[in-house]
């Protein structure tokens, strides 16, 4: 990891204007507008938090990892690093990290995948997108913007550690993040971010242990 | 693969251009770069249920791979796979960049309007796949990160990547042997990363023929995709073996 991508934020707690917990394997949703500043912290260390972003007011304009990648030639998200929409537009850009590296390609665990991955008995265990379609179903933000699974593409790990090797190999190394981390960007564009709190007890990106984040918004 | 198989169907897909078409479960569909340097951009959707679509998330994740080759499968977002990938030549195909759009396209080559250049004219992979896609009742909403056969992407430590030129030749080919039956959409329109000028992607050919008997087990040394083709079986009730 490269250390120059370490960036503090200037922005005090004290003066978010949301400023909330979101516990261990529980979505979470809410309007960033433009000009805002949002940041997560990984309050304990090691939490992967699958994020997705929609325009607010176009919901077929959505975060997409591979304009995410092919328009920075880069894989891993850190401060500098600009979040693309499926429209080829700038959605937020990272202005903070105290992390360092993000992950693009790791998706969100779901129960099918899980049966996949780990073993067939893993299909009732929590997953992500359970989380995503659940807010889906009755967070009133989802539903004013009408969007169904259909509108689920590959989502941000932040916090997550998914090395890919020279030789084309893809590990999940465990977390490059600790307690009290964080990453903030900046809203080019009215945006609805929906955030699964990844409940995997499954693999090293929670370290065997899914924790609680916050979630601060700045005028 | 030494012997020729029977081909049932086949099919040109100049370079530039679009298809899609129902790939039936039990056939191999080869995928072969005629001049070299072509690139295939393509989706899966399940036939029967559209919702079910390629993901490269859990393709990734499943076989520990960046790269897709001979051994690997394609899975979709619900725990099963598309198809198997029997034989490659190239040995790297790329997962992660995704298409071309109309704007890439006029920064790196211009305009060239039908008026004008009739089907040399320039199309983008984002384009082109809309336009597919639309021919099944779906559109920008299905679009999701895809495989780009015959193009190769490598990566740094730091997540830098690098495309590399030249990685196709001429005949090189990649077989996918389908084991649901799938809606496949592609697009030959330039890699998003491919630098080279002029506008003159590579044409695809297709042909179809019968799936080997053996052909399968080339990617079930992955137990993850053991268990990923169970759930395709149990798809069509064919039962837990
Ligand atoms: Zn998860």
């Known amino acids: ?219 | 693969m030494n012997h020729q198989p029977q081909i049932i169907w086949k099919q040109i897909v100049p370079g530039g251009c679009h298809w899609s078409g129902i790939i039936r479960r039990g056939t191999t569909l080869r995928l072969t770069d005629v001049d070299g340097g072509a690139n295939a951009a393509v989706l899966f959707f399940n036939q029967e249920e559209k919702l079910e679509r390629y993901n490269m998330a859990d393709t990734l994740k499943s076989q520990h791979t960046f790269r897709l080759t001979k051994g690997h499968a394609c899975h979709s977002d619900m725990g099963r796979i598309f198809c198997c990938i029997t034989a490659d030549t190239t040995g790297w195909n790329d997962t992660v960049c995704g298409l071309s759009d109309t704007d890439m396209i006029q920064k790196k080559y211009g305009t060239a309007r039908f008026q004008e250049h009739r089907n040399q004219m320039f199309r983008s992979g984002l384009d082109g796949l809309l336009i597919e896609l639309g021919k099944w009742g779906l559109g920008i909403r299905d679009i999701v990160a895809n495989i780009n056969f015959f193009s190769k992407v490598t990566t740094d430590t730091s997540g830098e990547l690098a495309y590399q030129s030249g990685h196709s030749k001429s005949g090189d080919y990649v077989d996918l042997s389908f084991v649901m039956n799938t809606l496949m959409v592609l697009s030959t329109a330039p890699h998003p990363l491919d630098s080279k000028k002029p506008y003159q992607p590579g044409m695809v050919n297709l042909e179809l023929f019968n799936t080997p008997p053996e052909a399968i087990k080339e990617c079930l040394h992955i137990s993850e995709n053991i268990r990923a083709l169970h759930n395709a079986q149990n798809f069509y009730c064919e039962g837990v073996k």
């Not at chain 1, 949703?29 to 304990?44: H, M, P, S, Y």
């Not at chain 1, 992390?99 to 929590?126: I, W």
């Open chain 1, 1 to 219: 990891m490269n250390t120059s991508y370490l960036h503090t934020s200037p922005f005090n707690p004290e003066h978010a204007v949301i400023d909330e917990v979101c516990a261990a394997g529980e979505p979470w949703v809410k309007q960033v507008k433009q000009g805002q500043t949002f940041r997560i912290v990984d309050l304990e260390g090691n939490q992967a938090v699958d994020t997705l972003f929609y325009n607010a007011h176009n919901p077929e304009e959505r975060y997409s990892a591979a304009d995410t990648i092919n328009r920075q030639n880069k894989l891993y998200l850190s401060t500098g690093s600009r979040l693309y929409s499926n429209l080829g537009n700038i959605m937020l850009s990272i202005t903070a990290d105290t992390c360092g590296q993000h992950d693009t390609l790791g998706g969100a665990c779901s129960a099918e995948s899980n049966t996949v991955r780990y073993a067939p008995e893993k299909f009732p265990m929590h997953s992500c997108r359970d989380n995503f379609l659940h807010a889906l179903a009755h967070d009133p933000l989802c539903r004013e913007l009408g969007i169904s699974k259909r509108d689920l593409p590959s989502n941000i790990n932040f916090f997550m550690n998914v090395p890919v090797t020279e030789a084309g190999g893809l590990e999940f190394a465990d977390g490059v993040s600790a307690p009290g981390k964080y990453v903030e960007m900046h809203a080019e564009m009215d945006v609805i971010v929906l955030i699964s709190n990844c409940p995997q007890l499954n693999n090293p990106c929670n370290a065997y242990n899914p924790t609680p984040i916050r979630l601060l918004i700045w005028d």
